[in-house]
């Protein structure tokens, strides 16, 4: 971690009234040099490299105070295990309800969802949107191949 990163980290955590820690920066330095939506397992792999005697529920445990904190966010619950998202640009996600892969799509690769966009705040019912986040549920390109043509008997039988 650069001196620069280092700094901004620390910061963040005095924002967040965290505690600074030598296994908490580098587990967020992991999880910042990740891409896609690594799974609490993914980073402990990576963090035990540089930290050897850390634990899983260290981990864990870290990971679940960035979450509470705002400091990282979770992907959606549509995955079936905890996912932490690494990608801090607006976007959206594409998962794949066979093999639980997760996708980014930004949003203006998303067709028009009629009038639900990001300046628009307050929903029906005086709902205040925070973030929005769309999950678009199917199966990726992967998982349409292997199952070749189930896929397509099961797009026939629906029409």
Do not use: W
Request: hydrophobic share 35%; aromatic share 6%.
């Amino acid at each position: 971690m650069t001196r620069e990163a280092a700094e901004a980290f620390r910061d963040l955590c005095n924002q967040q009234g965290l505690a600074v820690t030598h296994q908490r920066q580098v587990i967020y330095e992991v999880m910042q040099s990740m891409h896609g939506h690594p799974s609490p397992e993914d980073v402990f792999i990576q963090v035990k490299e540089r930290v050897p005697a850390i634990s899983l529920a260290t981990v864990y445990k870290n990971i679940n105070i960035f979450l509470a904190s705002g400091i990282l966010r979770e992907v959606s619950p549509h995955h079936g295990s905890l996912r932490i998202e690494t990608n801090s640009d607006p976007h959206h996600h594409l998962v794949c309800s066979h093999c639980r892969s997760i996708q980014d799509i930004s949003e203006s690769e998303l067709p028009d969802f009629n009038g639900c966009t990001q300046t628009k705040r307050v929903l029906p019912g005086g709902f205040l949107a925070q973030r929005f986040a769309i999950d678009v549920l199917g199966l990726c390109s992967a998982c349409q191949q292997s199952a070749g043509s189930a896929v397509s008997q099961g797009m026939s039988s629906m029409s």
